[in-house]
């Protein structure tokens, strides 16, 4: 499909399109060179919320999907005050030190108040912010959760054409977000905080059942009991739960220590190792982007129904139809689909269907 | 957050309040800590400066003593604060500029040089870089031939309000408080006339906590201090004698007076309560006070005599031992002489020509001073009770408590005085059409360095490396020790006397502890919440948005501090309101360089970096972050700056590329819109592609 579009653009070309065809070639360029500010630059294409800027975004990515692929995406959630970002910030600090390029995409909530947004990430990862292998990236989630994911997508090829071989995607524990950013990286894990008994009561059990582990942080000074217990606790929990594969790791850590972080790390890499050989790291690709194009399809689809302002009008009428009594909830939503179907409503059909 | 004030007081109040009848001197201390105040000896005047070389300061401390006061009051660099030496690649800026550098020993020399320390006693304003400044403090005294026992004064020494608001720091929590009892624990052998430390409401009012927090949280880091007293073997009788405080005067006149006479009510009972010390002197809390200096407003600078009046008044009125009076031009730069000598006159006059030392604590018995004392002596009480509730005020400020409440009524003061709600004279109403002209002060910061530079490599040149890397080597096995006796400091003065330098000394325990790094938080609503008028909120709101529409994202705004100045309220402040009005805030963390900063605006593909400055150093790093920008190709990247900028500073801050200059007093709506003029200035959206 790709290819098909590229040629549709070479076809009818102008002289300016031309141009600025140049120009993708040369931001492309300048991405895979190691630009930080064309990185940058990049991901506030892909994350605009401008009708006009999809083209482009889609045109720059088109150029760079040939060089990615090749790092490995974790997702890394938990409740705020978890030590998410001390976390990462340790974590990146070891993998670096390794020789690994890391880039983090870290996902803030925004207000549903105001629509703006604190970012306030790097406060907490100072030292790894500086370091010449490292990019991090804090993005508001905008006022639409559903928002979220098909950017950070994006932004994860992005930072792989750019050589990042590793993209740590941050996530705040509120529900929506970790459902889609577990559905783009090939590692979920969840951070929890050592008082079990409390947390487990409130904790989403959705979360858990996406996550391909479960860390409970601060096991350090006098938490370390409490931290192990916790651990104890999830394990019981995640052995009743049958609704998903065996193999989830579950332990304690403490975000301060970088020796059980890296140790963390090392569980988790022979997790995706093992993954590796049997192919079931492919297959989650795969199922992911399949996941990825049907959920973009759907968007698309409900974007048109909420678009078309006849639809919308029918919508209503509907639903005074059952408010008064005169039809059933069911039989308004077939009526709606049978609109459908048949073609979108359209200006000369304004006469009610028939219920 | 606040007291609320009836508008009628009757003998019924007082009734209802189980007000009982006391004397100064006399268990629960509310009249005042001592039976004769003021009528045998006045409060003591100790202002607080400290500037430039260590030879600059000397001679204004000289001419100051001359000229009335009583006490001194040393203000330290913040490169001296965070324990860098002056040619230390990250402080360039701040060298010499927020108060004096003190590299060594022989800096602590000149700045006490001509002043004999047996007779006039010397508050340090210090906490970060405790150790090495006492240790010098005590090398200079030795050698002008003065003994440790004879020093009076006060070591500030104060880490929690650091974690919580000042931000001057240098190690973690942990072992900053064993830094905390071993100051105390050695001052208790050795230095028996000297206050070990000051337990400071001050910063937590300036950084917006109301009177009833400011006085709530005190007292919790006073408990917390005897509690780490007491765990590291002292007595409490041994430490709380040597335990004194320091408020805020702010110009809620009878709130300021009753909140002095609540603070000492609390604290004898509390430590009464939970210390159960054998000794009276135990209880008594005293206290040295500042007048606010948030309240000072650039516009119609002169008003800030008037201000600065009002609020010494509730200090003496509410029996404070020592007293600073700001001076009318801070909110512009640090005090010129001129404004200096009429801030010292403020106190002078009160002194000499109004009376007020004639009578011991003349407001007692009024029905609302005594309400008031009861009813902030009860909330307080209650914030405490939280605080406990949490397991004391260390784990409190490690859970962020203390910290969001005073953001919290921050960003509601801010926007009580943006929507008109609160009305500050010459700012928000009757403001003034005709130009103020007022001098300003200047450090010459980059003299100060060449000189401090020099100073530094004679000193190293001249020392005996061997005995230097000794004495360092026995700071940091101390350390290792962890046995919190006074042993740190003592090792410390070996160290001074050898000429280790500040930075040395800071770094010989940062090898064992680790350099502490806070995650800059900033709470999101209260702005929004406590805006009163929503028509003019709404109006800045719908052109952010109309902006999110057109760009296709919400303006983003880098909010930051460069350098080692740590006072963030403005940048917490502009940080919540702007998020709260619409834009993305990255909030930026303390401490950083120009480079640093440029990188994180680049990263984040901002579309303006708005830096907030307070403590002088806009000139060096401000143009440096232009620079870094340029450097990189993202000059479209817009800058910006607030604080305190002295016009003269604005003017050439423009031309080196600053778009805005928002000086205190601008409202935040005005302001954001003025931002958003910029980013348009810039091409925004269209600029980026």
């Known amino acids: 499909m790709a290819k098909e579009r590229k040629q549709h653009i070479r076809s009818d070309m102008g002289r300016e399109e031309f141009q600025s065809a140049g120009m993708f070639r040369a931001w492309a360029d300048a991405i895979r060179s190691g630009s930080r500010r064309e990185l940058a630059r990049a991901i506030t294409l892909v994350e605009s919320a401008r009708p006009e800027d999809v083209e482009p975004a889609q045109q720059l990515l088109e150029l760079l999907l040939p060089y990615t692929g090749g790092a490995q995406r974790i997702g890394i959630s938990g409740v705020p005050g978890v030590g998410k970002s001390t976390f990462i910030e340790t974590l990146g600090k070891e993998l670096i030190a390794d020789g690994r390029k890391v880039a983090v995409l870290a996902v803030d909530p925004s207000s549903p108040l105001s629509g703006g947004s604190i970012l306030g990430d790097k406060t907490r990862m100072v030292d790894f912010a500086r370091s010449d292998a490292a990019f991090i990236r804090p993005s508001p989630a905008g006022k639409t959760p559903g928002g979220v994911a098909r950017k950070t997508r994006e932004a994860i090829l992005i930072c792989e054409s750019a050589g990042y071989d590793i993209v740590l995607v941050e996530t705040v524990g509120v529900g929506q977000a970790e459902w889609q950013v577990s559905r783009m990286v090939d590692f979920f894990a969840v951070l929890m905080l050592p008082n079990a008994g409390d947390s487990l009561q409130g904790i989403k059990r959705g979360i858990l059942e996406m996550a391909d582990a479960i860390l409970v942080n601060k096991a350090d000074g006098g938490m370390r009991e409490a931290a192990l217990h916790a651990v104890n606790e999830y394990q019981s929990a995640m052995e009743l739960s049958e609704s998903r594969e065996s193999g989830i790791i579950i332990r304690s850590c403490s975000a301060l220590d970088c020796i059980t972080v890296r140790s963390c790390w090392q569980e988790l890499a022979a997790a995706l190792a093992d993954r590796k050989k049997d192919n079931r790291f492919d297959n989650r690709r795969r199922d992911q982007l399949r996941h990825w194009i049907r959920s973009l399809a759907e968007d698309s689809l409900m974007q048109i129904l909420q678009d078309d302002r006849n639809s919308q009008k029918f919508l209503e009428e509907l639903a005074a139809e059952v408010d008064s009594g005169n039809t059933t909830p069911l039989r308004a939503g077939l009526a709606f689909r049978k609109k459908v179907v048949s073609g979108l409503v359209d200006q000369d059909e304004r006469n009610r269907m028939p219920i | ?689």
Not at chain 2, 249 to 273: I, N, P, S, Y
Not at chain 2, 402 to 415: L, V, Y
Not at chain 2, 630 to 655: M, Y
């Open chain 2, 1 to 689: 957050m606040n007291i609320k004030k009836q508008p009628l007081y009757t003998s019924k109040d007082l009734a209802a309040r189980g007000y009982e009848e006391s004397g100064p001197g006399r268990y629960p201390y509310s009249r005042g800590p001592y039976e004769t105040m003021y009528t045998r000896r006045p409060w003591t005047i100790r202002q607080y400066a400290g500037f430039s070389t260590a030879q600059e300061s000397n001679a204004f401390y000289r001419k100051a003593l001359k000229a009335g006061q009583k006490g001194l009051s040393v203000a330290f660099d913040l490169a001296t604060h965070r324990g860098y030496d002056s040619d230390h690649p990250g402080v360039e800026g701040d060298v010499g500029k927020a108060g004096v550098a003190i590299d060594t020993a022989e800096d602590m020399i000149q700045l006490f040089d001509g002043i004999p320390l047996d007779e006039v006693s010397v508050s340090m304003t210090m906490n970060g870089a405790v150790l090495p400044v006492m240790a010098c403090f005590i090398v200079a005294a030795e050698e002008q031939g003065v003994s440790q026992e004879k020093l009076a004064g006060t070591i500030q020494n104060d880490i929690l309000k650091e974690f919580m608001v000042r931000n001057t720091y240098i190690y973690p929590p942990a072992p900053s408080m064993t830094i905390v009892s071993d100051i105390m624990a050695y001052t208790h052998r050795k230095m028996p006339r000297f206050n070990s430390i000051s337990v400071s409401g001050y910063h937590m009012q300036e950084a917006g906590a109301t009177p009833l927090q400011e006085l709530a949280f005190t007292i919790a880091d006073g408990l917390a201090y005897l509690e780490a007293a007491r765990s590291a073997g002292l007595r409490v009788d041994d430490a709380a004698p040597r335990v004194s405080f320091f408020f805020a005067l702010g110009m809620d006149f009878l709130t300021e007076t009753a909140k002095l006479r609540a603070a000492r009510e609390l604290w004898a009972r509390l430590v009464r309560e939970r210390f159960q010390p054998e000794n009276e002197k135990s209880l008594v809390l005293r206290m040295h006070c500042q007048t606010s200096g948030w309240s000072l407003t650039a516009q119609d600078p002169l008003n800030n005599v008037i201000r600065t009046t009002i609020e010494a008044l509730a200090g003496v009125l509410g029996g404070t031992q020592s007293l600073h009076t700001n001076s009318y031009d801070e909110a512009l730069s640090l005090p010129t002489d001129r404004a200096a000598r009429i801030a010292r006159n403020t106190q002078l006059i009160l002194q000499e020509e109004a009376g007020l030392c004639q009578t011991i604590d003349p407001l007692a018995g009024s029905y609302a001073i005594e309400s008031l004392t009861s009813d902030i002596a009860s909330g307080a009480m209650e914030i405490i009770r939280e605080v406990d509730a949490l397991g004391g005020m260390i784990r409190a400020i490690e859970q962020g408590m203390p910290q969001r409440r005073i953001q919290e009524s921050a960003a509601s003061r801010q926007a009580a005085i943006d929507s008109g709600d609160e009305v500050i004279v010459g700012v928000n109403a009757y403001r003034s059409e005709e130009a103020q002209e007022v001098d300003v002060f200047d450090v010459d910061n980059k003299k100060v360095l060449n000189q401090q530079k020099k100073k530094l490599d004679h000193i190293r040149s001249e020392r005996d490396p061997g005995t230097v890397a000794q004495a360092l080597e026995r700071v940091t096995k101390e350390a290792l020790a962890d046995q919190q006796a006074g042993r740190l400091l003592e090792a410390m003065v070996d160290a001074a006397r050898a000429r280790a330098t500040v930075g040395e000394m800071s770094s010989a325990l940062e090898h064992v502890w680790g350099r502490h790094r806070a995650a800059q938080t900033a709470i999101s609503g209260a702005y929004r919440k406590s805006f009163q008028n929503k028509t003019l909120f709404m109006e800045i709101v719908q052109e952010v948005e109309a902006f999110a529409r057109r760009e296709g994202r919400r303006p983003r705004m880098l909010v930051v501090k460069l350098g080692q100045d740590g006072h963030d309220r403005g940048a917490r402040i502009v940080a919540t309101a702007f998020a709260d009005i619409g834009f993305d805030v990255d909030l930026g963390p303390l401490f950083l360089t120009p480079a640093e900063a440029a990188r994180q605006a680049i990263e984040n593909d901002v579309h303006v970096v708005g830096v907030s400055t307070l403590a002088g150093a806009h000139k060096t790093l401000i143009p440096s972050l232009i620079d870094e920008l340029k450097r990189e190709g993202a000059d479209n990247i817009a800058v910006v700056a607030g604080g305190v900028i002295p016009d003269k500073d604005a003017e050439w801050l423009r031309k080196k590329g600053v778009l805005e200059i928002f000086g205190p007093g601008t409202r935040i709506p005005e302001a954001a819109r003025r931002v958003l003029g910029c980013i348009a200035a810039r091409g925004a959206g269209k600029g980026s592609r």
